[in-house]
């Protein structure tokens, strides 16, 4: 009898308990992939939705450069979390609100930009084209928007800075090297070069476990300093003027903790999750910030990033507190249009953004707040800290 029931449960209703979720990198958008050939490009306004551009990348990148963005951590749980895990947070759309003003414009450290979102660092965008970071920043400064080039660029710092258009803000990715000269060096460097400020990467202090790029043999552009701590950063900050902002925070005590050793800023991230399989999301960071240490949004500035798609994922992270949302792998796909493709994607998530505002009821961006979200069954999952 009771295996009659064991296999009544895993024969007859278990197919749907168990039924494959799509991984929703390359959602279905209704784009047609197949149309293209390997290897060649389709006209740029058949792009609809910023993951088309993943599709057409996958197509036209031979697979070892494509594997080498794609890729997360391990078995690649964190990165499946990162991207799904906004359509758990439920939006409260407001109605008979003026929506007709809607305004994108945003400061960053004092700094004017045209939209709350920004080109995360990434590193090696000469795999997609030939003039590589030069696209983005480019793209970036006819858009403005903010643009942080990774150490590990294709591009050198120097040749990034010469295609700033004039009055351009950018800011900088630091690895921390071991080499204490290099550090230097590189910090001399791209202050030398105007950027802004500097996001100083603290999620690695090794390089992940990267199982799909480990297959075509990346080698690690990371020349991380794995003694690298709070105090180090305080010296870090020391030489130079500019806000030295650390990029990888994923827990509420490092996020006071940032703030006491006097972060201008913080930018919760896991790496596009391609460091440690299943970190938290930064979207749950941020929830976790929201229910323990609320004050930390008006401390401190608050940069994020991760599985950042639509303009509904902004809108969720700009609620709880988040001043600027980055994405990583969407800008290096686009980058197989060139300058163009980047371009084309900026104004597609500005437009996606202003319609996905006026449709939830904020006339401006500035009232966003929880009350615009039901964060529902995510709240069961907060990591509660013991404050006592
Ligand atoms: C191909 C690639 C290279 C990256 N290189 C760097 C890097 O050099 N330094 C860094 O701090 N983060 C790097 N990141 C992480 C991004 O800055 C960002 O945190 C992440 O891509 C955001 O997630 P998303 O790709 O889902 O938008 C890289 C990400 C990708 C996809």
Do not use: C
């Not at 088309?52 to 070892?64: I, K, L, P, Q």
């Not at 950063?233 to 509420?252: C, D, E, W």
């Not at 608050?302 to 809108?315: E, K, P, Q, S």
């Not at 994607?345 to 006026?358: G, N, P």
């Amino acid at each position: 009898m009771r295996a009659a029931i064991l296999f009544f449960l895993f024969s007859a209703s278990a197919p749907g308990a168990f039924a494959v979720t799509p991984f929703l990198n390359e959602p279905d958008t209704g784009f047609n992939d197949g149309a293209v050939p390997t290897g060649q490009l389709p006209t740029l306004n058949s792009i609809k939705a910023i993951p088309d551009f993943e599709a057409v990348a996958r197509h036209f990148m031979n697979v070892s450069d494509y594997a080498y963005y794609r890729t997360g951590a391990a078995g690649e749980f964190a990165y499946r979390r990162s991207l799904e895990i906004f359509s758990q947070v439920k939006l409260r759309p407001r109605t008979l609100i003026d929506v007709t003003n809607i305004s994108l414009n945003t400061t960053i450290f004092g700094h004017k930009f045209t939209a709350p979102f920004f080109i995360a660092p990434a590193a090696r965008a000469g795999l997609t084209h030939p003039r590589a970071e030069l696209n983005l920043a480019e793209a970036a400064g006819a858009e403005n928007i903010l643009y942080a080039p990774s150490l590990s660029a294709t591009k050198k710092i120097e040749e990034i800075a010469a295609v700033a258009v004039p009055g351009q803000v950018m800011f900088h990715q630091l690895y921390v090297s071991r080499n204490k000269t290099k550090l230097a060096s590189d910090v001399k460097r791209i202050e030398a070069a105007g950027f802004k400020g500097i996001f100083v990467t603290v999620d690695n202090p090794v390089h992940g476990v990267r199982t799909r790029e480990s297959r075509y043999g990346w080698p690690s552009t990371t020349d991380s300093d794995p003694e690298f701590t709070w105090e180090s950063y305080q010296a870090l900050r020391n030489m130079t003027s500019l806000p030295v902002i650390p990029k990888g925070i994923q827990s509420v005590e490092d996020a006071l903790l940032a703030i006491k050793h006097g972060a201008p800023g913080i930018y919760l991230s896991n790496h596009g999750a391609r460091q440690l399989d299943t970190s938290q999301s930064p979207l749950e960071v941020a929830i976790e910030i929201h229910e323990n240490a609320p004050e930390v949004f008006s401390e401190t500035f608050v940069f994020a990033d991760g599985g950042v798609r639509y303009g509904t994922d902004i809108l969720k992270l700009l609620a709880l507190g988040v001043k600027a949302v980055g994405l990583g792998r969407p800008f290096m796909y686009s980058n197989v249009f060139g300058r163009e493709g980047v371009q084309y994607l900026i104004d597609l998530l500005k437009e996606e953004l202003t319609v996905d505002a006026s449709n939830l009821g904020v006339a401006d961006l500035k009232q966003l707040d929880t009350k615009w979200l039901n964060l529902g069954r995510l709240l069961a999952f907060v990591y509660r800290l013991d404050t006592a």
